[in-house]
């Protein structure tokens, strides 16, 4: 069973940076998709990005792909978000997950990021 543990949330304001933090164990993050999500405040959770055993990444769209930068490091079986530019209607808890054969199957407990304006 692989355990996630994000790191790295907390409060900066807009147009500030965070770095969030995803460490694996009981699992080789280079042989799974690993993705990062967000739930907003009343909304539901929705991907933000991910990335595939090859390096390869998607992002949610041209506004998160614009500023935020999905990675891994493969020694620290880490994941990582850098996530610059932060505007207020990001703030939301993150979470990362491991895809197993058919969906995102393993979670993090969420690290959370509020962006003031």
């Known amino acids: 069973q692989v355990r996630l543990v994000e790191s790295g949330g907390g409060l900066v304001q807009a147009g500030g940076s965070l770095r969030l933090s995803c460490a694996a164990s009981g699992g080789d993050i280079r042989t799974y998709i690993m993705g990062w999500f967000r739930r907003a405040p009343g909304k539901e959770r929705e991907f933000v990005a991910s990335i595939v055993q090859n390096g390869l990444t998607v992002y949610a769209g041209d506004s998160v792909k614009s500023r935020f930068t999905i990675s891994r490091d493969n020694i620290q079986n880490t994941v990582f978000l850098q996530m610059n530019s932060l505007r207020p209607e990001d703030t939301a808890v993150y979470y990362c997950?491991?895809?197993?054969?058919?969906?995102?199957?393993?979670w993090g407990q969420g690290t959370h990021v509020t962006v003031s304006s």
């Open positions: 997950a491991k895809r197993g054969a058919y969906q995102f199957d393993s």
